[in-house]
Each structure stands twice: as C-alpha cells, then as structure tokens.
C-alpha cells in the first residue's frame, strides 16, 4: 500500500528536550516536505527536499532542522523545542519534474505538545 | 504576495442540502488550483484540481471552476451527506518553488446532520 508514516502520532514533551519526528515513503517520489497546521492558519510549509542530500527552507523554518540521506526518510528534528511548536505536523511527498501532477501525498499527522 | 482565503467555518448544513464552500486567491502568476480534504484523525488527500482558466474539476460529486477573472476557485456539492463532515482545504501551487509548493487557505470545517 502507498503510504507515508510518521512516527510518533502523539508526542507531549517538555521545553528543550530534543526530539525527531520521522517520515517515511514508500512511493519513490523525490520530493518530500514538512507542514505545521495551526488554527486559523492552514498549513504552513517548515522545509522542504527535491532529492537525497537536497533540502530548502520553507515559510516557518526557525527551530527546526531536516535532513535526507535516504530517498525514502525525512526526519523533523526539533533541537530545543519551545511551546510555540505546540502543533499538528504533516508529511507530505510528491514526484519531482515530468512526473509530479502537482497532488502531495500527506502523512496522517503529528500532534506534539511542549510545556 | 501569493495567498488564498477561505471563508470561514463552520460550515453546518442538513443531509441533502447544497454546499458551496468559497475561496479567492492571490498569485503573480497562473497557479495550478486545488481542493484538499482533511476527514478527522487523518492527512489530508486531495479532492480535485484544476490547472489553468475555466478548468473545472471534479470528483465525489464536488466541483470547483478555476475563474481566472474573478480568482476563484468555489467548492460546490449539489447534496451533501453526513460522510461529507470533514475540514476543507484551498490551495494553490505552480509559483515559486515549483509545482510542488503549496500554498494552503485556512481551512473550512463541514459539519453535515442527518
């Protein structure tokens, strides 16, 4: 089955405690992309990555870090996390080039908590 | 800059009512247009699209007309049902950062009674 996991679902942590969010594909696509959904807001891109060893930042990057190694995995990493980070966090990957249609394929979401 | 805006919810409507869900958008370019659906607990999963003026896509009975005059992009559905309830999602893609970026609305709660 097509899918993108994201490991853990629910996370309550606390102020300065490292953690990472993992992502992983099984559809091959180049491009994968992280999002924070707020209230009122929409989702907001956090980075983003065209291919393995590739990576650009998106609208809200600040306190966050990403890397890719593998085509498949795109970890979240929040290194100090502060309670604005307080969010639902998506995600998402797509084709890249001639083959993408423009539809990003969405993970079902974290949903992290920082007292 | 580039952004789209949705009207705000909730959106509460009887089972076999019409629904129509509004989003504008603004964008220096010609944007590739679409609708996303969010049903409770999961990601979100795209709804339809449309990729240039007078466009119209569709899918579940939903459909949007991409109205470059106006730029919009109106979700309509001629009789909703309770499986409808979920939170909808405007977006647009096509401008910097390639095809790939989207730009989200806010989002539009549906809630539809029996």
């Known amino acids: 089955e097509a899918q993108v996991t994201q490991n853990p679902r629910y996370l309550i942590t606390v102020t300065g405690k490292k953690l990472t969010v993992t992502c992983s594909q099984n559809?091959?696509?180049?491009?994968m992309s992280w999002y924070r959904q707020d209230p009122g807001l929409g989702l907001r891109q956090i980075y983003y990555?065209?291919?393995?060893?590739v990576t650009d930042k998106g609208d809200v990057p600040e306190g966050y870090k990403v890397s890719r190694k593998e085509k498949r995995n795109f970890p979240l990493i929040l290194e100090s996390p502060s309670p604005n980070q307080t969010s639902l966090y998506f995600c998402?990957?797509?084709?890249w080039g001639q083959g993408n249609t423009g539809e990003l394929f969405f993970g079902e979401g974290s949903r992290l908590t920082v007292l | 800059g580039n952004s789209v805006t949705q009207m705000e919810g909730p959106v509460t409507l009887s089972e076999e009512a019409f629904l129509t869900i509004n989003c504008t958008y603004t964008?220096?370019?010609?944007?590739?247009l679409f609708w996303y659906v969010q049903y409770p607990g999961e990601g979100l999963q795209l709804l339809l699209k449309?990729?240039?003026?007078?466009d119209k896509g569709s899918n579940k009975g939903f459909e949007a007309t991409y109205r470059k005059e106006t730029t919009s992009f109106h979700l309509e559905k001629g009789s909703v049902q309770v499986s409808d309830s979920a939170v909808y999602f405007c977006?647009?893609?096509?401008?910097?950062?390639?095809?790939?970026?989207?730009?989200f609305g806010a989002g539009t709660r549906l809630a539809v009674h029996p």
């Open positions: 998402a990957s797509s084709f």
């Open positions: 559809m091959n696509h180049e491009y």
């Open positions: 449309a990729t240039k003026a007078d």
């Open positions: 977006a647009l893609s096509g401008l910097s950062g390639g095809y790939n970026k989207l730009i």
């Open positions: 964008a220096t370019g010609y944007p590739s």
């Open positions: 990555s065209m291919n393995v060893e």
